[in-house]
Each structure stands twice: as C-alpha cells, then as structure tokens.
C-alpha cells in the first residue's frame, strides 16, 4: 500500500507514509468508530479523472456524521486533496483511500480529536477479473436498527471479514450475504446484480451499502433501455437466472460463475452484464472530466 516515497494527507499536511502516526489509545482502533472511502481514478486524456468523486466525499460526510463525527473539510476541499494526492504520489489509475478517525478516547461517545487521512496506491480490480464461485454466507448483514449499514463506518466490516473467510475456509472466492429476514441483501463490499428474461434484478436501499457503482449500473442499463428492478428477492427466485454480478469501486464490475451449487449458463460475454461492464470501463477514464475544473 506504500513504499518509502509515498506521500499521504494528514489533518491538512502532506506527510511521508512510512513516517506518519497514529496514537494506539485511537478510538477507532479500539471500537472502530470511524469512517473511511473507497474510491478510484482513472488515467484519461486529460490527466486523471477521480470517479464520482463528490459522491464518494459526500458519503464520506454522511458516515461521520452518522457516527456523531463532524469532519472540517468541505467536500470540494477533499476532492481537491484527492487531485494533489495523485499529483504527489505520481498516479493516475488508482485507488484512494481517505479515512476519519478519532484520537485518544476510551470512552463509548463520539468525542476528541477528529482526524482525515488520505492515501492512494496502484490496486488491480479486488476480486481478479475471473468469473467467481460464491457462497450463500451463514453470516448475515447486520440489521439496519443495530449498525448503520448504509454508511461505511469502520466497524461494520468486522461483518464483512467474518463472511469472506467463512467463504475462503470453504473453498469460494466471495460471500454472498442475506439480511436478516434470508433476503439477498450484499456481498462483502460489493453490491448484487441477477439478470433473469432480461430484467436486470437489484435489492432495494435499506439492508446495504448505497453503492456508487451500483447506481451508475442502474443509470447505464437505463440508458441502454435494460428494465432494472430493485426488489428484496430469495435466493431460490435466482434460479434459471442468465448471469449475475458485484459492483463496487475497488471490484468496478465482477462476473458470478456459480452462488452455492447454481450454475450461471451463459456466456459472460453474450451477457447484458458484459455491455454493462464494457460501458463502465468506457466511461470512467472519460466521463466526468468537467467535475475537476468544477470545484
Ligand atoms: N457494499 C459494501 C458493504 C461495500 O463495502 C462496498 C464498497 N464501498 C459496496 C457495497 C460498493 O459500493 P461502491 O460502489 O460505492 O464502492
């Protein structure tokens, strides 16, 4: 994630990663109260283009604040950061990682110092480019009235390891988790796609991540005239199912092979899917030029 002439932001520094620190009395550390970004640019003709960039700064707000934590930055003030943190580090195809958290404090508030940090490295698509043997996790997706699923807090992705090394110890590459009433809700940090007759089929907001990929994948098959339903479904209404996919910034668009012991026919290629991940690859070098010169 860093070598010796990595630079990262740091409460409005810019400082060396192999230099910078973190107190060990963090609250975060020690409760994971915190929230973090995970966001990637993309080298286009221009320079490079940091995708949705306000989307994923906004949410960013929305998950400290979920948390009782206030963050000074504006969200423009961060995309800039996000543009100087590439410059500095020389990097243009990249993942960003920015991340809020609090300093010394053992108490169960949100309260003491509130930090930002952001970095950035090369990171290749997280789950590979081959089509992917996923398992139904027996670990469900926390219920929405405990934890706040919908921000992207530090913790809730104790939730999110415990799914995919129950995955890994079986012998799979991915989790696919239910919410707590068995309906397909997510994976372990990306969203869920299934395309029957083609109707592109979705779980609704309320039991994931608001993924920003998976609203671009909505807006694009849109576009393409795909019909895209965002409804709360079983498992076994996947089946006879055409194709499925994650979608997720560090994942961007993820081919399924098989979910437990159903098979997926047909031919990735041949897919609605594949258009739909052609038109991402398209579009993320070159669609959002103007959001820099914006800001
Ligand atoms: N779900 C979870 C639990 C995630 O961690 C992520 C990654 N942020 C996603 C979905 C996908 O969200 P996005 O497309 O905004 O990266």
């Known amino acids: 994630y860093y070598n ?17 620190k973190v107190d060990l009395f963090s609250q975060t550390m020690h409760y994971g109260n915190g929230a973090f970004e995970g966001i990637r640019s993309y080298a286009g003709a221009a320079g490079p283009n940091v995708f949705k960039a306000k989307e994923h700064f906004e949410r960013l707000k929305y998950s400290a604040e ?10 423009d003030e961060l995309v800039k950061v996000s543009y100087e943190l590439l410059d500095r580090n020389g990097l243009s195809n990249a993942y960003i990682r920015p991340m809020v958290y609090l300093g010394a404090n053992m108490k169960l508030l949100s309260c003491g110092e509130v930090h930002v940090m952001m970095a950035a490295w090369d990171w290749p698509p997280y789950l590979g480019d081959e089509a992917l043997k996923v398992m139904i996790s027996s670990v469900e997706r926390p219920n ?7 921000a992207k807090v530090t913790g809730n992705y104790t939730n999110s390891i415990m799914a995919s090394n129950e995955a890994k110890r079986n012998g799979y590459d991915e989790a696919l988790l239910l919410d707590s009433e068995g309906y397909v809700a997510e994976g372990s940090g990306q969203n869920f796609f299934f395309v029957k007759d083609d109707v592109i ?6 039991n994931i991540l608001p993924g920003i990929t998976r609203a671009t994948i909505i807006e694009y098959a849109m576009e393409l005239g795909y019909p895209v339903v965002e409804k709360l479904f079983k498992p076994e209404e996947m089946k006879g199912a055409e194709v499925a996919f994650f979608t997720g910034t560090a994942t961007e668009v993820a081919s399924i092979k098989s979910i437990d012991d159903m098979e997926f026919a047909a031919d990735w290629k041949e897919t609605v899917a ?10 993320v070098s070159n669609a959002e030029l103007s959001e820099f010169t914006l800001v």
């Open 66 to 75: 979920k948390m009782g934590i206030k963050i000074s930055q504006s969200v």
């Open 4 to 20: 010796e002439n990595s630079i990262l932001f740091l409460d409005g520094q810019w400082v060396k990663a192999s230099e910078a």
């Open 201 to 206: 089929y979705t779980p609704p907001l309320g």
């Open 274 to 283: 594949y258009d739909l991940f052609l038109m991402y690859r398209q579009r």
């Open 144 to 150: 929405p009235k405990s934890i706040p699923v919908d």
